[in-house]
């Protein structure tokens, strides 16, 4: 990109961002570092539970999403059974009461590769050392694949479970799981999100159901590593939404332009000093309201992954039915 297109672009994305005001993310304190975040209540006290990428899946607690945020260990202290690189460093948790129990998704990868696997643990309760690691649910991929098999999310359509995941390359799929949540039910997956655009950079996404849609939620752009290279304006993480009257396909932007045609429009972006939001997720919380949260570093604290922060916001809805911060 020439400097001359990438200061317009500057100057189009700041302006954008006057037009556009966002408001801050909620307050935290305690252990609020944050990296692919999940979130969820447990059902028994209404306890909060956060999880993180990197070793071994952190597991914090709290009584309020403010915090304060108590380190408690790990759900996969020493790694997962899946035998592909990256084992000891599992990523991006998706967790879900599944009938009595906590699942909790996962995805072993290294960064920059498309050997992938997701794996599932369960739990009765989400304690460090009640968590039991069952390997893959049959959602692989390797070189040369259409998508990366990493960034699983967990959908429950009435009694039918489906799992989206990727991805890079070949962006957003979905494959149909077992009534048990478990196991793919075959190798047959489809496309429902895909940006032709440069390296297609769209992963972790996170659907929600809310008004009769299916919101589908992704980070588009580069997710790590800002104190070392910072991206062009622009081409570091936000938060892109389309949604449709189903959850396995036609999901369209605010423009109503297809999901898999490049469609998406923003729901969070670089913003004052909030800077790369991605790696979301959408509940529901105890005071029924619908939260999303997210990590993403603030500037006047530091670019590196380690700096990460927890973000989340309660969400307000335009008249037209879309999800706004
Ligand atoms: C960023 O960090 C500064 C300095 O600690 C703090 O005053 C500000 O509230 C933070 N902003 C966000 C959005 O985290
Ligand atoms: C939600 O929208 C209402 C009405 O536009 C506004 O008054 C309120 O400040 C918004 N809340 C947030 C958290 O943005």
Redesign the pocket.
């Known amino acids: 990109m020439s400097q001359l297109l990438r200061l317009f672009l500057a100057i189009a994305l700041g302006l954008a961002s006057l037009v556009h005001s966002y ?1 801050d993310p909620g307050s935290c304190t305690g252990a609020c570092w944050a990296h692919d975040p999940s979130i969820i209540q447990r059902a028994s006290d209404g306890k909060y539970f956060k999880f993180n990428t990197g070793t071994g899946i952190e597991i914090a607690t709290a009584d309020s999403l403010a915090g304060p945020w108590t380190l408690q260990g790990y759900v996969l202290a020493s790694g997962s059974s899946i035998d592909n690189p990256g084992k000891n460093d599992p990523w991006a948790p998706d967790v879900h009461l599944v009938g009595e129990e906590y699942y909790l998704y996962y995805a072993v990868s290294e960064f920059g590769s498309q050997v992938s696997a997701i794996g599932l643990a369960t739990s009765p309760t989400m304690q460090p050392g009640t968590w039991t690691d069952q390997g893959g649910v049959g959602v692989v991929s390797k070189k040369g694949q259409a998508y990366n098999a990493i960034d699983p999310n967990l959908v429950a359509v009435g009694s039918d479970y489906y799992l989206n995941f990727g991805s890079f390359w070949g962006d957003i799929y979905q494959v149909k799981l077992n009534s048990a949540a478990t196991k793919a039910t075959s190798a047959a997956t489809h496309n429902i999100e895909y940006d032709s655009a440069g390296t297609r950079p769209c992963e972790g996404s996170y659907m929600f159901f809310y008004n009769n849609y299916y919101y589908l939620l992704w980070s588009h752009g580069i997710c790590c590593g800002y104190d070392k290279t910072l991206p062009a304006p622009g081409d570091e993480y936000r938060i892109m939404m389309c949604r449709s009257k189903t959850a396995t396909g036609g999901f369209l932007d605010q423009n109503g332009v297809a999901c898999t045609a490049s469609g998406g429009s923003i729901l969070l972006e670089s913003h004052g000093s909030v800077y790369g939001p991605g790696g979301q997720g959408v509940f529901t919380d105890s005071s029924k309201e619908l939260v999303l949260y997210y990590h993403y570093a603030n500037k006047s604290i530091g670019l590196g992954d380690g700096d990460y922060r927890f973000g989340w ?2 969400l ?2 335009s008249t037209d039915g879309w999800p ?2």
Do not use: A, C, D, M
Request: charged content about 0%.
């Open positions: 408001s916001n309660v307000n809805w706004q911060v």
